[in-house]
């Protein structure tokens, strides 16, 4: 029995070493597979985690962003209540001053100014703090991510500081020439108008565009300043203009600010502020159509009011516009999508490593 059981074996010797080896080899690539696929599992798991936790520190990022935009609209509205004065005016109407009229004209230029200016300002300023917060954000989440290797941090608190004090140019010198262009576009549009003349909401709309227009295209003459301009200085003024004594945080912070600089020239920037812009005034439309509503219930071709009774409302749309507890105006600014998206994009830019590796 056992020599015909050897017999059979050495006539199918080959078979035998073929089948063994084919057996060991689907044994031996079934572990590489599992191995692999356990890789593959491992990594996408990671990935996943890493995104969500990139997705997790975003959204607080945002919060982060809408918070220090409301804690911000008190400082920019007494700067511009500050530069542009009314109050002083109509304290002056109540002792019945002989110059009256050209007093009342003083008020109009200023009372327009003013809210145009807190309509730019607080769509300007809202759409920086997403970039400058989402900028630092980028890189904050990239310094918490290779925190345990040793490296040594991107964006270091004094650079931060640093950086995001720039935000004070748009409440001092840009404050201050948008002031100025603001205020010749205005008073180039209504210094004509009479206080006497009555004024439907179509025609205030009118104004405002006209306004607009020489702001943001200018009038053809030589200062006209792009809107970047009132957000972010020239880069001479900055600290690059300091040709010795940088330190290494210095040479960061320069580097955010023309990172940040490229982002305000961009045409998507353009875009997404202009939107801001638009829905602001429209916003700011839609306050004063409710006086004019007021004052008439037939539809609203039919609602005008003259220029000296649409001052004082002019005037305090102000405190509506820059007001701290989160009103129509500054909750209209915070929802729109185009920003949201824009803000998104900005972060994924600079919380991806091998883009701040160029």
Same mark, same amino acid.
């Given at each position: 029995?056992?020599?015909?059981?050897?017999?059979?074996?050495?006539?199918?010797?080959?078979?035998?070493?073929?089948? $063994?080896? =084919?057996?060991?080899?689907?044994?031996?690539?079934?572990?590489?597979?599992?191995?692999?696929?356990?890789?593959?599992?491992?990594?996408?798991?990671?990935?996943?985690?890493?995104?969500?936790?990139?997705?997790?520190?975003?959204?607080?990022?945002?919060?982060?962003?809408?918070?220090?935009?409301?804690?911000? @609209?008190?400082?920019?509205?007494?700067?511009? @209540?500050?530069?542009?004065?009314?109050?002083?005016? %109509?304290?002056?109407?109540?002792?019945?001053?002989?110059?009256?009229?050209?007093?009342?004209?003083?008020?109009?230029?200023?009372?327009?100014?003013?809210?145009?200016?807190?309509?730019?300002?607080?769509?300007?300023?809202?759409?920086?703090?997403?970039?400058?917060?989402?900028?630092?954000?980028?890189?904050?989440?990239? +310094?918490?991510?290779?925190?345990?290797?040793?490296?040594?941090?991107?964006?270091?608190? +004094?650079?931060?500081?640093?950086?995001?004090?720039?935000?004070?140019?748009?409440?001092?010198? $840009?404050? #201050?020439?948008?002031?100025?262009?603001?205020?010749?576009?205005?008073?180039?549009?209504?210094?004509?108008? #009479? @206080?006497?003349?009555?004024?439907?909401?179509?025609?205030?709309?009118?104004?405002?565009?006209?306004?607009?227009?020489? &702001?943001?295209?200018?009038? $053809?003459?030589?200062?006209?300043?792009?809107?970047?301009?009132?957000?972010?200085? +020239?880069?001479? !003024?900055?600290?690059?203009?300091?040709?010795?004594?940088?330190?290494?945080? +210095?040479?960061?912070?320069?580097?955010?600010? !023309?990172? %940040?600089?490229?982002?305000?020239?961009?045409?998507?920037?353009?875009?997404?502020? !202009? %939107?801001?812009?638009?829905?602001?005034?429209?916003?700011?439309?839609?306050?004063?159509?409710?006086?004019?509503? #007021?004052?008439?219930?037939?539809?609203?071709?039919?609602?005008?009011?003259? &220029?000296?009774?649409?001052?004082?409302? &002019?005037? $305090?749309?102000?405190? #509506?516009?820059?007001?701290?507890?989160?009103?129509?105006?500054?909750?209209?600014?915070?929802?729109?999508?185009?920003?949201?998206?824009?803000?998104?994009?900005?972060?994924?830019? =600079?919380?991806?490593?091998?883009?701040?590796?160029?």
């Amino acid at each position: 029995m056992f020599s015909s059981t050897w017999n059979f074996l050495k006539r199918h010797k080959r078979k035998f070493i073929f089948a $063994g080896a =084919f057996v060991g080899g689907v044994y031996i690539l079934g572990k590489y597979a599992q191995k692999k696929i356990r890789e593959i599992q491992e990594r996408e798991a990671s990935e996943y985690i890493s995104q969500a936790r990139r997705q997790f520190h975003f959204e607080s990022n945002q919060r982060t962003c809408n918070m220090t935009v409301l804690s911000m @609209l008190p400082t920019l509205r007494e700067a511009i @209540l500050h530069h542009l004065n009314s109050e002083s005016l %109509t304290t002056l109407l109540k002792s019945k001053p002989a110059n009256k009229l050209d007093i009342w004209e003083d008020l109009k230029i200023i009372s327009f100014t003013r809210s145009v200016v807190a309509v730019y300002s607080t769509c300007m300023l809202v759409v920086l703090l997403r970039v400058q917060l989402n900028i630092i954000g980028g890189y904050l989440y990239l +310094d918490n991510s290779v925190s345990k290797s040793g490296m040594m941090p991107l964006a270091p608190p +004094d650079v931060q500081q640093q950086y995001l004090s720039s935000i004070q140019h748009l409440l001092g010198d $840009g404050l #201050s020439e948008m002031i100025t262009a603001v205020k010749k576009a205005v008073q180039n549009t209504l210094g004509g108008v #009479s @206080l006497k003349q009555s004024l439907s909401l179509q025609e205030l709309e009118l104004h405002l565009n006209q306004i607009r227009a020489q &702001v943001e295209e200018g009038d $053809g003459g030589s200062t006209h300043r792009p809107l970047s301009w009132y957000m972010m200085p +020239d880069e001479e !003024n900055t600290l690059a203009a300091q040709a010795c004594g940088l330190t290494e945080n +210095d040479v960061t912070t320069i580097k955010l600010l !023309n990172e %940040t600089r490229d982002m305000l020239e961009s045409p998507d920037f353009g875009t997404v502020l !202009n %939107t801001c812009l638009n829905r602001g005034f429209n916003r700011f439309l839609d306050n004063m159509a409710e006086f004019f509503q #007021s004052v008439s219930f037939v539809d609203e071709f039919s609602w005008h009011l003259p &220029v000296a009774k649409i001052i004082p409302i &002019v005037n $305090g749309q102000i405190h #509506s516009i820059c007001s701290e507890i989160p009103s129509h105006f500054v909750q209209d600014l915070l929802m729109i999508d185009q920003l949201k998206e824009f803000a998104a994009n900005v972060y994924e830019t =600079f919380s991806t490593s091998h883009e701040l590796q160029k």
